[in-house]
């Protein structure tokens, strides 16, 4: 019997702590790699990532070929910061302007591809507070060391911080174990060995990314391992032991309406792969409420669900990158 996906996909970064190694191998295979800072008001973290990783995959091993910041319209000083200090930074509305203008994390995942020139691209979160190199090149390891490997995946420990301010060593991460992790065992439990399927750090190849659609907003991650292992199975994904990411925490209510466009992406999936047939329409409120002077008051937000096509399917794409 075959061993499980879990012990023979799954690496710790320091296997790949031989950046002379990596460089080569690189250079060899002639690619070309890009690390992707999706932003919104990150301007307290976003310089120390840039120094870091300008400084040691790009000045000392000439693993990254650039360094690109797309931003969501921040209101404080990230963009001036990140061009600053090096990064090619773009607003993501001023990219491909003739398509309908929406804003979210995925949003900015998906364009990037546009603007990028990587065969590899790594996409990382702007605001990890104990970031290293190794968040990079952890995830860049194993698809440049294992041909079949076409996407990784990092996970790792989570401090969280309570409401007297200290910080426990782990408890983060609750969506995924409160919502994703549940509906995995339910309909995919063999994505359960996917350690974090949330993870907002992870790299793969050009050919991969764009041959996926991007939800906007929250849902990116989870449609994206669902539509990968659609496509082409775990065998082309791997996982990363990245040890311990440090970053802000949201409260119970901005958690929940995370989980809200989590939950309408997976079940968007399961439609668009037959699996479940809807008898009535899945509304768009994630409905709360706030107790204001001894009365409840509905807290609405409309969360639609809306996604990107593949970025192969944009003429413009079409041209620039498969002519």
């Known amino acids: 019997m075959n061993d499980p996906w879990i012990k023979t996909h799954t690496f710790h970064y320091k296997a790949f702590c031989d950046l002379e190694q990596l460089t080569a191998t690189k250079m060899e295979k002639g690619l070309k790699i890009s690390l992707c800072l999706p932003t ?26 650039e360094i690109v910041v797309i931003d969501s319209g921040s209101t404080d000083r990230t963009r001036e910061i990140a061009r600053a200090y090096g990064a090619d930074v ?49 995830l860049l390891g194993p698809l440049l060391m294992h041909d079949h490997l076409k996407f990784t995946k990092a996970f790792y420990d989570r401090p969280i911080t309570a409401t007297d301010q200290t910080v426990r060593p782990t408890g983060g991460g609750r969506v995924t174990e409160l919502v994703i992790r549940p509906l995995f065992s339910l309909f995919f439990p063999e994505l359960t060995q996917i350690l974090q399927p949330l993870s907002g750090e992870y790299a793969g190849y050009r050919d991969v990314f764009e041959q996926i659609p991007f939800p906007i907003g929250y849902g990116v991650e989870t449609s994206m391992i669902l539509d990968l292992y659609e496509k082409w199975g775990l065998e082309i994904m791997a996982q990363v032991d990245l040890e311990k990411r440090v ?10 309406k995370m989980a809200f466009a989590i939950i309408k992406t997976f079940i968007n999936r399961q439609v668009a792969m037959g ?35 593949p970025m192969i399917e944009i003429p413009e794409y079409l041209e620039k990158y498969h002519q």
């Open 247 to 256: 970053h802000r925490n949201q409260d119970t209510k901005a958690l929940g």
């Open 275 to 309: 699996m479940i047939d809807l008898k009535d329409v899945v509304h768009d409120d994630m409905i709360q409420y706030t107790l204001m002077d001894d009365e409840l008051t509905p807290d609405i937000v409309t969360i639609e669900g809306l996604e990107r096509p």
């Open 40 to 65: 919104l008001n990150e301007e307290k973290t976003i310089a120390k990532e840039i120094v870091i990783f300008k400084s040691e995959l790009i000045s000392r091993y000439p693993l990254l070929d």
């Open 90 to 138: 773009y607003k993501a509305a001023d990219i491909l302007p003739h398509l309908a203008p929406y804003t979210g994390k995925g949003e900015n995942l998906w364009k990037a591809l546009y603007i990028t020139q990587g065969d590899i691209i790594i996409y990382l979160d702007a605001d990890i507070k104990n970031i290293h190199h190794r968040f990079a090149y952890g």
